[in-house]
C-alpha cells in the first residue's frame, strides 16, 4: 500500500483523494483552511448563502465518473438539474439572446436576433468536433507525453491561430464574438493568447448542455466530504503545506509547520508558486485574476426580476448575475461578478445597466480579486493563457520530479469545474492502484 499526501482540500484535491483511496492507496489530504471545498464551498451571511467560487454550471459527466469510481453512483448522492438556457446575454445594443442548451433552440434563439445567425453558430460549434474528439482521446482524458504527443494532438496543441482571430474570420455580427469568447473572458483571458482550439466550450456546452446541483454547486463539497469519509481518507484541516520535500529527484514528503508528513506519492492539488521546491518549474506561467465579486441577500424575490440562473450584461464593465443561492424568509441569493473598468460600487453599475436590486439589499459581501485569493491561496481560475505555450508550460499531471503528480485548475487541463475533475482522473490513471489491489470497472 502507498502512501499518498494530496495537498490542497478543494474540488481537484477531494476528487484526486476518493479515487486513489479506491485504489487502495493509503490517503491522507491536508488543507491550510478549516474547511473543505475551496471555491466550490459556500459563503454564509445572515440566513443566506451564496456558492463561493466562480462556476455556476458543471458537465455531469465528470462526476457521474468521480462518483462512480470512488464508489456509491452520483444519483445516490446528488440530485442534478438540467437548466433549459446556458445563459442570457444582453448586449449595449439592447437586444438579448437566452441561449438554450440544445442545437435547435440555439438556432431559432439567433435567428431572432438576426436572420442567418442561426446556421452560422451552428456551422462554428460543428467545426469543433474533430478537435473534441481528438483531444478527448490524446489529451483530456488520458496522460499525455509532452514530447512524444499523436501527430493529429499535436497539430492542435501547437496551432498558432488564436480564437481571437477565428472568430474575427468567422463572424461578422461583434453579438456572436462576444458569446463564443465569454467563457474565456469571463475568466479574465485575452481572446489574444487563447488558442483557437479552445473555443469547443461552445461545442461542449450544447451537447452536454447545462446543469447545477439544487441549491448550490457547494452541495458537491457536502457529498464529497461524506465520500472521503467512507474511503478512510484521512483529512487534516489548518495544516499549511510549506513545500515538497525532494531529495534525489523524488517527492517523499511535505513540509508543514507541524513537520514533515512522509509519502511515497504527492498529489498537488494547489498552485505549484506556493511550493519553493517547484516555483521554477511554473515561473513562465501566471494565474488567471478572479473578478471583483459581491455576494447580496435580498428581502424579497417577488419583487425582483425573473432572470434566469446566469445573465451577462456586455459592456464596459461587463457583469454577469447569478441568482440562485439560498435565503430566508422569501428572499434571494444573488452574485455578481464585475470585470474591466468597474470605477463604481458594483450594485452602481448593474443599475445602470437596467437591474436595480439596492432597495431589496439586506446583506452583503464584497470581495476584491486581491481578496479572493489570498482566502484561496491562489486563483480558482488556474493559469492564465499566454499563447499555445500554455499548454506545455502548465503541470500535470505527472511532474519532471518523480512521485509528484498534479491535480486542480492550475493542472493539466485546466480550471473549471469539468476540466478540473478529468485533472483528477489523470492522476489516478497515472498513480494507479496499489500492489495487489484489483479495481472492478
Known amino acids: ?54 462556476s455556476s454550471t458543471l458537465v455531469p459527466a465528470v462526476l457521474r465518473d468521480l462518483f462512480r469510481k470512488s464508489g456509491r453512483p452520483l444519483e445516490r448522492e446528488l440530485d442534478l438539474e438540467p437548466l433549459d438556457l446556458v445563459r442570457e446575454h444582453r448586449f449595449e445594443d439592447r437586444t438579448v439572446l437566452r441561449l438554450p442548451a440544445t442545437r435547435a433552440p440555439q438556432v431559432a434563439a439567433f435567428d431572432a436576433l438576426s436572420p442567418g445567425l442561426g446556421r452560422q453558430w451552428a456551422d462554428w460549434t460543428a467545426s469543433f468536433t474533430d478537435d473534441w474528439e481528438v483531444l478527448r482521446r490524446g489529451y483530456l482524458e488520458v496522460p499525455w ?10 497539430a492542435r496543441l ?74 478512510r481518507v484521512e483529512v487534516d484541516l489548518g495544516c499549511e503545506v510549506r513545500d515538497v520535500v525532494v531529495r534525489g529527484g523524488r517527492a517523499v514528503a511535505v513540509r508543514t509547520d507541524q513537520g514533515e508528513v512522509d509519502a511515497d506519492v504527492v498529489v498537488l492539488a494547489v498552485d505549484p508558486r506556493r511550493m519553493p521546491a517547484l516555483a521554477r518549474l511554473v515561473e513562465r506561467t501566471m494565474p488567471a485574476i478572479p473578478p471583483t465579486v459581491c455576494h447580496v441577500g435580498l428581502r424579497t424575490a417577488a419583487d425582483l426580476p425573473d432572470l434566469p440562473h446566469e445573465v451577462v450584461l456586455h459592456g464596459d464593465p461587463v457583469i454577469v448575475v447569478r441568482p440562485g443561492g439560498t435565503a430566508p424568509d ?16 458594483v450594485l452602481v453599475a448593474l443599475a445602470r445597466a437596467g437591474v436595480d436590486v439596492r432597495p431589496h439589499v439586506v446583506t452583503r459581501i464584497d470581495l476584491t480579486p486581491r481578496e479572493l485569493v489570498q482566502e484561496w491561496g491562489g486563483s480558482p481560475l488556474g493559469v492564465l493563457w499566454q499563447g499555445r505555450s500554455t ?51
Do not use: C
Open 145 to 154: 507525453q509532452r514530447e512524444a504527443l499523436p501527430r493529429e494532438v499535436a
Open 330 to 345: 422569501g428572499g434571494a441569493a444573488w452574485t455578481i461578478h464585475g470585470r474591466g473598468r468597474l470605477a463604481e460600487d
Open 1 to 54: 500500500m502507498s502512501r499518498v499526501v494530496v495537498v490542497g482540500g478543494g474540488f481537484g484535491g477531494m476528487a484526486a483523494a476518493v479515487r486513489l483511496a479506491k485504489l487502495g492507496h493509503e490517503v491522507r489530504l491536508l488543507e491550510r483552511s478549516t474547511a473543505l471545498g475551496g471555491a466550490l464551498a459556500a459563503r454564509e451571511q445572515d440566513g443566506f448563502t451564496w456558492d463561493a467560487g466562480p
Open 158 to 231: 501547437d496551432s498558432r491561430e488564436t480564437l481571437h482571430k477565428r472568430l474575427r474570420r468567422t463572424f461578422r455580427d461583434e453579438r456572436l464574438r462576444l458569446v463564443a469568447g465569454h467563457p474565456f473572458t469571463a475568466d479574465g483571458h485575452d481572446l489574444r493568447n487563447v488558442p483557437a482550439w479552445a473555443g469547443l466550450v461552445s461545442y461542449l456546452e450544447q451537447r452536454f448542455g447545462a446543469w447545477t446541483v439544487p441549491g448550490g454547486l457547494h452541495q458537491v463539497t457536502t457529498a464529497l466530504t461524506a465520500r472521503l469519509a467512507t474511503r
Open 391 to 441: 499548454v506545455r508550460r502548465r503541470l500535470g499531471p505527472d511532474t519532471p520530479v518523480t512521485g509528484l503528480v498534479t491535480a486542480g485548475a492550475h493542472a493539466t487541463p485546466g480550471a473549471g469545474l469539468p476540466f478540473v475533475g478529468l485533472s483528477a482522473a489523470l492522476v489516478a490513471q497515472v498513480v494507479g492502484p496499489a500492489d495487489g489491489v484489483r479495481v472492478r470497472r
